[in-house]
């Protein structure tokens, strides 16, 4: 009987193995921040390997989760002279968690370095884990001392400039 025991033993170390991995499901189902929440004051490297500080003086946070947000903010800032993320009222972030780390050294980060403005990264997702998103739009949220008071999505470089500036082109 013993012997039927013993070779129980790693059958039920499998058994347990799904439930080890619960404390990660559990923090990426967290509830995503809401207007009326305050953000947490943090720091992120940018593009550049220079540490930027979310601060109560930022009104705007601009952030994607995918290369079509991403691409959202740049046409923004090159069609439209988004000047705020240059003069420390908006910041940039982007996870690139997921992207595959050759690609971020090779390709990634060098177009990132040839852009007028910082990009905050996010390289382990966990600093923007509950930044609302949504699929291929960029996320803007309006600050106030790191408070949020509206959150909204752009899908296009006009959408962008409406929700900044509340004019259309």
Request: aromatic share 8%; proline share 5%.
């Amino acid at each position: 009987m013993s012997h039927w025991i013993r070779n129980l033993r790693p059958l039920a170390f499998c058994l347990w193995l799904p439930f080890l991995a619960l404390p990660s499901v559990a923090e990426e189902a967290a509830e995503a921040w809401r207007v009326g929440d305050t953000l947490p004051a943090f720091s992120l490297e940018d593009c550049h390997g220079d540490l930027h500080c979310l601060e109560p003086a930022t009104n705007w946070l601009f952030y994607s989760r995918d290369r079509a947000g991403d691409e959202i903010l740049d046409l923004a800032v090159k069609e439209h002279a988004l000047g705020q993320l240059n003069s420390g009222e908006a910041v940039y972030m982007a996870d690139i968690s997921g992207m595959p780390g050759i690609i971020t050294k090779l390709f990634a980060l060098p177009a990132m370095r040839k852009r007028d403005y910082p990009i905050l990264l996010d390289h382990e997702g966990e600093a923007t884990a509950r930044l609302p998103h949504r699929e291929e739009q960029l996320t803007i949220l309006r600050l106030q001392g790191l408070r949020i008071t509206g959150i909204a999505y752009a899908a296009d470089a006009n959408e962008v400039m409406f929700l900044v500036t509340g004019q259309r082109e």
